[in-house]
């Protein structure tokens, strides 16, 4: 079973990172976004889709900030009922409360929890329960950037926080996660990735405080049921790329492992412990993009064989009889 997100993560991530329109696109379906998860606002995806989407943007734009950036221009609102629950509260503490019962609207991926440090501090220690690497260090930067950002704007207040801890190893350069904290007070290599403030910020009032607004995005909130996990083989997630990628560009076993952030050797062995094989999946995928297009192309054209995949026509012809003979 797989973690997931609220499509409105991962949008996120395509939306602010500065990738131009056709890059986006692209990283998109190398992340394993179909439009229709796009186009929808409440869809919830696999969690590898954000996690991968971190990576692709930073090898896209060859830029080692790109999580720091996305965190400075988050603007309360951008992540829906999760941001209302919290912008409405009186307090950032509050908010806070206000948000963890329902966090499982946005993300199945994270959880954070609240901790008085002493009488004046309280720490907001971030965890992520799937991911790993560069994917994984780049979701927590911006994690838990975006949280002090977000802490500005709703109180109006210069937060720094009192320190940060993350869990990866110190990189080359921290003056721009230094900058943007507002605190030098930053360790590495530490068992949590966590965020101290100030008890006096945590209970400053809200500028978007809205108590009516409040009760009436709870009582929401409360009717929306629990998402289920994802359970998604190496098999069907392959499917799903094989249909978007026939027709629009050459399929070879390493394209598609590329896209699945993965080797062609290591996807053929997935591949062979669910009981199957390279060829009879591009098969399958082919068969499956026929029974659309002979709803509107039942003819075997020179075009259709290329929408299918292949090379030509007499391919295709072959193609569509053995699938004839198997129904």
């Known amino acids: 079973m797989r973690a997931v997100d609220q499509v409105l993560l991962p949008k996120y991530v395509l939306d602010h990172t500065g990738l131009a329109a056709a890059a986006r696109r692209r990283v998109a379906r190398e992340a394993g976004l179909e439009d229709w998860m796009l186009s929808s606002g409440d869809a919830m995806v696999s969690s590898d889709c954000q996690l991968r989407l971190w990576e692709l943007a930073e090898h896209e734009l060859d830029d080692s900030d790109v999580a720091l950036r996305a965190a400075a221009a988050y603007a309360p609102g951008k992540l829906g009922l ?3 629950l919290l912008t409405t509260a009186p307090t950032l503490q509050e908010g806070l409360a206000a948000c963890k019962p329902f966090l499982n609207t946005i993300t199945t991926n994270y959880d954070f929890d609240l901790a008085a440090s002493d009488d004046s501090e309280v720490t907001v220690a971030i965890q992520l329960f799937s991911g790993e690497g560069r994917a994984r260090e780049l979701a927590m930067q911006f994690a838990v950037v975006a949280n002090v950002v977000r802490a500005r704007r709703l109180t ?4 720094a926080p009192v320190r940060v801890g993350f869990r990866q190893q110190a990189p080359g350069r921290t003056d721009r996660l230094v900058e943007l904290l507002g605190t030098t007070r930053v360790d590495f290599g530490m068992p949590t990735d966590h965020i101290t403030f100030r008890l006096g910020d945590l209970d400053s009032r809200l500028t978007t405080a809205d ?27 392959m499917h799903g790329i094989l249909l978007s990628m026939l027709g629009e560009e050459p ?46 192309h ?10 299918m995949g292949y090379a030509d026509v007499r391919a295709l012809r072959r193609a569509h009889r053995r699938w004839s003979h198997m129904r």
Not at 156 to 159: F, H, Y
């Open 156 to 159: 109006g207040r210069r937060v």
């Open 82 to 84: 999760h941001d209302y």
């Open 298 to 307: 039942p003819k075997v054209t020179g075009e259709t064989a290329r929408e």
């Open 211 to 237: 108590p009516v607004l409040a009760r009436i995005v709870r009582r929401y909130a409360e009717t929306i049921p629990a998402p289920s996990p994802v359970v998604t083989t190496w098999t069907d997630r």
């Open 251 to 296: 399929v070879t076993i390493n394209v598609v492992a590329r896209r699945m952030a993965t080797s062609g050797r290591s996807l053929q062995r997935r591949l062979a412990e669910e009981g199957t094989t390279w060829t009879a999946e591009l098969d399958r995928a082919r068969r499956a993009r026929w029974d659309r297009v002979e709803r509107s």
